[in-house]
């Protein structure tokens, strides 16, 4: 259950947009809303000064804007480095989700532009819901694409996108599940009946259950590019994607730079696809 929701709000991009249309999910409408605005250090008093009232009447935009319960918002104006500063304040309230906008840059060309959201996502093991700055029109949450496997994060992507979907009224949830090239019959009917895949049969079996509609894909070629394709092809408002911390306790400090570099799945999904992500943390 997502109970309490950190939004990071820089005043610019598409969060507010984002945090609008998860309010209308009964699920999310009980939680607890921060919504933390950071002003960096300055130099000087005044320019310090001009800075917090500059970020003081952004916050008070966002808050304005929302128009939550005022019994379930708090709103926070701190000083810092951001992507510190957002981690630091994740942890204080014990955040279910980080909602963060995404300029969606790719691993170098995030770690040259001091990218605030992958750095946040490297170094915390919360769930965060990157929005991209570019997307066109944030769209109220009816189709959510799970982008499956046998790990435990990917179940827990699923487990999320049911407490979703039940009660939005003409939900449906995609199974995604991508596979390898297979040899001879297998292929074939796995291609032409996904729900044979095992791990999208589990999957089935379990958003029947909750008399939620579903639809199955199993495609072959690259997992990250197949599954933004389909978002883009079948019109996605939300894909929810597993992303295990595979680093061992000693190096919970410092960054995954497989991922930070664009090589995990995760990571490409967060730069190309064409909706809102969601990706779930299971700590390994």
């Not at 170098?108 to 997307?135: C, E, H, T, W």
């Not at 003409?170 to 996904?194: A, M, Q």
């Not at 791990?199 to 690259?222: F, T, W």
């Not at 664009?262 to 190309?272: A, F, P, Q, T």
Request: glycine content about 6%; proline content about 5%; overall charge neutral.
């Amino acid at each position: 259950m997502i109970e309490n929701i950190l939004l990071a709000d820089s005043g610019i991009g598409n969060t507010r947009d984002m945090m609008k249309v998860l309010m209308q999910i009964p699920r999310i409408k009980r939680s607890r809303i921060t919504i933390l605005h950071v002003v960096p250090s300055q130099t000087s008093a005044s320019a310090m000064t001009e800075r917090w009232q500059t970020g003081g009447k952004t916050l008070a935009e966002a808050v304005s804007e929302l128009d939550l319960d005022p019994t379930r918002v708090n709103a926070l104006l701190r000083e810092g480095e951001p992507k510190d500063v957002v981690g630091k304040v994740a942890d204080e309230i014990n955040a279910d989700l980080i909602v963060m906008g995404s300029r969606g840059l790719k691993g170098l060309q995030a770690i040259l532009g001091n990218s605030v959201s992958q750095y946040v996502f490297q170094l915390s093991s919360r769930p965060m819901l990157l929005v991209k700055d570019d997307l066109y029109a944030i769209k109220p949450v009816k189709r959510i694409l799970v982008a499956l496997d046998k790990s435990d994060s990917a179940k827990e992507s699923l487990r999320v996108a049911i407490d979703l979907a039940r009660d939005i009224e003409g939900s449906e949830i995609i199974l995604v599940h991508t596979i390898s090239k297979l040899s001879g019959n297998l292929e074939e009917t796995i291609r032409d009946r996904p729900e044979t895949d095992p791990v999208l049969a589990d999957a089935v079996s379990k958003v029947r259950r909750m008399g939620i509609n579903y639809r199955c894909e199993a495609p072959a070629g690259k997992p990250g590019a197949r599954i933004c394709e389909l978002a883009d092809d079948l019109n996605v408002d939300l894909l929810i994607l597993g992303s295990p911390d595979r680093r061992p306790t000693i190096a919970k400090a410092m960054p995954d730079f497989d991922r930070l570099l664009g090589e995990s799945l995760s990571d490409y999904v967060r730069v190309y696809a064409s909706c809102p992500v969601m990706l779930t943390r299971i700590n390994a």
